[in-house]
């Protein structure tokens, strides 16, 4: 008897399977607003943007399309380098972060769009690269993948999580809750293969823990993660935080990214 080759894998809807598995709820605009509010964001993302500059190939690059560019921690070099960056948010706080910033540097050659990945981008110019960096946690992946493609001339790039933030698994084990973490970089490799193109994938090094954590801002992080604490539970993750500064998670983004990028098609 012979075997059947597999069927194809449909690696949109086991995505979109994995985000409801995941309890995932996509967050309004008004989530980011708070967070580019923060002083700190630069500070705590330097090694991440770094790391991110460095693999970025901008050879023959003239212009740059920055999907989800938050408060320009990526737009503002890039911009050093290029003639011209469109950087696009749907965030009103990112994007006054973003304002704040091109100000403050002086920078000319950036045009800030107030849209989100599901508007129409008709009149933002199609870019020689496209770049999505960290901000593709969406409900339709194959769809931004495929618009991200579509108004990249020579290259797109995106990062995407390999993992659950660090210290996560380790709580909900703690705590013996039930967690399912969000789906990986898998989804999208597998569906850049799928729509022709052959994306070339790096690691960057995951960046070193904010072991300044107190005890007080672990338990706020648990309960936004897990929900309410009984009395019990608090103390076992206080007692988690005072045994080993490895054990503890902060605030900097330590988690491993797959930093992918791919030619696209004139
Ligand atoms: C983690 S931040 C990343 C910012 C920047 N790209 C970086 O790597 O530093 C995610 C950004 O994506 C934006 N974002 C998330 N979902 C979006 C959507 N559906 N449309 C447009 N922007 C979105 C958020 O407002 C936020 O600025």
């Not at 770094?50 to 970025?56: I, K, P």
């Amino acid at each position: 008897m012979s075997t059947a080759v597999p069927t194809p894998i449909d690696h949109s809807a086991r995505y979109r399977q994995h985000l409801r598995a995941c309890g995932f709820q996509a967050k309004p605009a008004s989530a980011w607003d708070a967070r580019a509010a923060q002083s700190s964001w630069k500070r705590r993302h330097d090694d991440y943007s770094e790391a991110f500059l460095a693999r970025l190939d901008l050879s023959g690059v003239d212009t740059a399309l920055d999907v989800g560019c938050g408060p320009g921690l990526l737009s503002l070099p890039i911009a050093m380098r290029v003639g011209h960056v469109h950087a696009l948010d749907y965030s009103a706080g990112m994007l006054e972060g973003l304002r704040a910033a091109i100000n403050r540097d002086g920078a000319s050659n950036i045009t800030p769009w107030a849209l989100s990945w599901t508007d129409d981008w008709h009149d933002v110019p199609r870019c020689d690269l496209a770049i999505a960096s960290r901000s593709l946690m969406v409900p339709d992946l194959e769809a931004a993948l495929h618009k991200l493609d579509a108004h990249a001339r020579q290259r797109a790039c995106i990062t995407f999580a390999t993992s659950p933030r660090a210290g996560v698994p380790e709580l909900a084990d703690l705590l013996g809750r039930d967690w399912v973490p969000m789906p990986d970089h898998r989804y999208p490799i597998n569906m850049l293969l799928d729509m022709g193109r052959e994306p070339q994938v790096d690691y960057l090094p995951e960046s070193v823990r904010d072991v300044a954590q107190d005890a007080d801002g672990l338990v706020r992080q648990t309960v936004e993660l897990f929900g309410a604490l009984d009395v019990d539970e608090e103390a076992r993750v206080r007692e988690w935080h005072a045994r080993s500064p490895q054990h503890r998670f902060g605030t900097a983004p330590t988690r491993r990214w797959a930093f992918i990028q791919w030619a696209t098609s004139e």
